[in-house]
């Protein structure tokens, strides 16, 4: 007798057997898979997905780059607070945020006020794959990733560690990596161990 695959998320078939009582944000690292999984995870939970950023560059009508070369990050995460206040309202969704959303103090209240936060973790070496030569991330603008990213540990790891579920992907695919997180949310949302 052969044994049957375990149902995935990724499937299409399969649908949830748990229902998400408030917005799901997802936090972690650029490179991490935020918006790659939470597109998927909104599939899975028929739920709308939301990308901060997008939703920054489309409230500031210009480029997240633009806004930090014109505001700087200061300006750039307080415009960030107030679109995801925003995003937060409402019935719940996928939310993926932006790596540095939680170094602003009103972000972290709110996300930990009305939304199951969900980090995503992976190594750094691996995230550095991913993101060399994006030119679209500000941060890393003339800078080695993997030194912006060590960086980012040290800061933005304290932060993440409030987040309600935590989630190590590895390197693996981001199908599995879903299957991972919505066995999380599970245990969260049910408290099964």
């Known amino acids: 007798m052969t044994a049957q695959p375990e149902p995935s998320a990724a499937d299409p078939n399969v649908r949830p057997v748990f229902n998400l009582p408030k917005t799901v944000a997802l936090v972690g690292l650029m490179g991490v898979g935020k918006t790659t999984i939470g597109r998927r995870l909104a599939d899975y939970f028929g739920l709308p997905f939301v990308d901060a950023d997008e939703e920054i560059e489309k409230a500031a009508g210009m480029t997240i780059a633009d806004i930090?070369?014109?505001?700087?990050?200061?300006?750039?995460?307080d415009g960030e607070q107030r679109v995801i206040a925003r995003l937060l309202e409402g019935e719940p969704r996928i939310l993926a945020t932006g790596g540095g959303a939680l170094t602003h103090p009103l972000t972290r209240e709110n996300l930990k006020a009305k939304a199951i936060t969900l980090w995503?973790?992976?190594?750094i070496k691996v995230l550095a794959k991913r993101v060399a030569n994006r030119p679209h991330r500000p941060l890393l603008k003339d800078r080695n990733p993997i030194e912006v990213l060590k960086e980012h540990v040290k800061t933005r790891y304290p932060l993440y560690e409030i987040a309600d579920i935590t989630v190590d992907t590895g390197d693996q695919s981001h199908i599995k990596a879903l299957d991972q997180v919505v066995?999380?949310?599970?245990?969260?949302?049910?408290?099964a161990k």
């Open 120 to 123: 995503l973790k992976t190594d």
């Open 183 to 191: 066995n999380a949310l599970h245990a969260h949302v049910t408290g």
């Open 68 to 77: 930090f070369a014109n505001y700087g990050e200061k300006g750039f995460r």
